[in-house]
């Protein structure tokens, strides 16, 4: 997730008044609001940092945290010396946040759709979410989304990236997951400081994705924590090609001449036999509940999410396999940001073509196939 407003590192309340003061001459009243709340939002949380050091030395603070702080130190040193990474001072300082997470997304749909809505921002582009400070505020608008027919998706943000706008924070909300999780939440928000193109959200959030799946396994090797975090990453591929699965029985429904609320009803089975396939493949995980929540909300929102942020994974693993380490990786992904969509997306799924014909798919676990689950609910085989 991205929030891009002005550097407020110095001078900070006069700033956010003055942005809010811009923000209300150029914009209406509903998008002036929305400007405001992120700026004083983003300074509670710059006027709240403590310099890790300072946090770790401190006797009040618990083993647990200093020991989850020093290790994000040792991440952010893998990040800077192995992976090439733009670390800089971002997640050298720590904030316990107010509340449990610090913003909440709403990302809509059309009911027969599965394009995501779109909001433009200054600087970033436009993006298939809205973000909040407040939770208040983002159920407001989902509530409103929901009110004009889109199916919506309302989700904590436990981490987001200011884009290197700001040295952002270690927050409270994420700082105690385990190694494999947290290492793998860093790389992601850390090669958005590295490569980010205006406006695509899919090819921005893919290609961060891909960065932490590439880099994780050699770095959970170099700490001796290879085998528990395999089983999980396998999961979460084996619910990627679940969601993708349900999205190609949806599609042609969504675009057939068929009446409304038979559209409705196929849609519906649909979503059903997802959520009773994806139990069937998590039976015999150690924590089969570990996506349930999210798969008991799946609509065309989350469904939409999920393209926005994996589709193109295999299309820069193959960069990736393509290129000479990681500096030639992060420049041959800003020559692609560098064309026009209308010829990025075509090489993009050449990438994605060539990395699927010569790779083994890892989403099949004990032989269970997800697309024949889903296709004409075959969900007991």
């Known amino acids: 997730m991205y929030i891009s407003i002005y550097d407020l590192r110095f001078s900070v309340r ?3 008044w003055l942005v809010a003061l811009i923000v209300t001459l150029l914009y209406g009243c509903e998008t002036a609001g929305y400007y405001f709340q992120a700026a004083t939002g983003q300074w509670r949380i710059l006027s709240a940092r403590q310099p890790i050091d300072e946090v770790v030395q401190d006797a009040n603070t618990s083993e647990k945290l200093q020991r989850q702080l020093q290790l994000v130190q040792e991440i952010r040193a893998y990040a800077a010396q192995e992976l090439r990474l733009p670390v ?5 300082a720590y904030v316990q946040l107010e509340d449990e997470y610090p913003v909440w997304n709403v990302l809509a749909a059309p009911e027969f759709s599965l394009t995501p809505k779109r909001w433009c921002y200054p600087v970033a ?3 298939s979410y809205r973000g909040y400070f407040r939770k208040s505020a983002a159920s407001a608008k989902a509530s409103s989304l929901r009110h004009q027919g889109y199916d919506v998706y309302l989700g904590a943000v436990p981490a987001y990236s200011t884009l290197g706008w700001f040295n952002d924070p270690v927050l409270s909300s994420f700082v105690n997951w385990p190694p494999e999780r947290l290492a793998g939440l860093l790389f992601h928000e850390l090669a958005h400081r590295r490569v980010y193109v205006a406006g695509d ?4 959030e893919s290609f961060a994705t891909a960065v932490s799946e590439i880099a994780l396994p050699d770095w959970l090797r170099s700490q001796g924590l290879s085998s528990s975090a395999e089983e999980t990453q396998g999961q979460a591929l084996a619910v990627r090609h679940l969601m993708n699965a349900a999205r190609k029985e949806l599609q042609p429904i969504y675009q057939s001449s068929l009446p409304d609320e038979e559209k409705r009803e196929e849609k519906e089975k649909i979503l059903s036999r997802l959520r009773r396939c994806y139990w069937r493949m998590a039976a015999d995980w150690t924590y089969p509940a570990r996506y349930q929540v999210y798969i008991e909300k799946t609509n065309n929102a989350t469904l939409a999410l999920a393209a926005e942020y994996e589709s193109l994974v295999p299309a820069f693993q193959q960069l990736y396999l393509n290129s000479d380490g990681w500096e030639d990786f992060y420049n041959a992904t800003e020559r692609l940001g560098a064309l026009e969509k209308s010829e990025r997306e075509p090489r993009l799924l050449e990438l994605s073509v060539e990395y699927r014909q010569t790779h083994v798919d890892t989403g099949r676990r004990n032989d269970f196939d997800t697309q024949a689950c ?8």
């Open 88 to 92: 800089g001072q971002a997640y050298s």
């Open 201 to 204: 959200t899919r090819f921005n």
């Open 374 to 381: 889903m296709h004409n609910g075959q969900e007991n085989l």
């Open 14 to 16: 006069p700033r956010v």
């Open 125 to 127: 582009g436009c993006a």
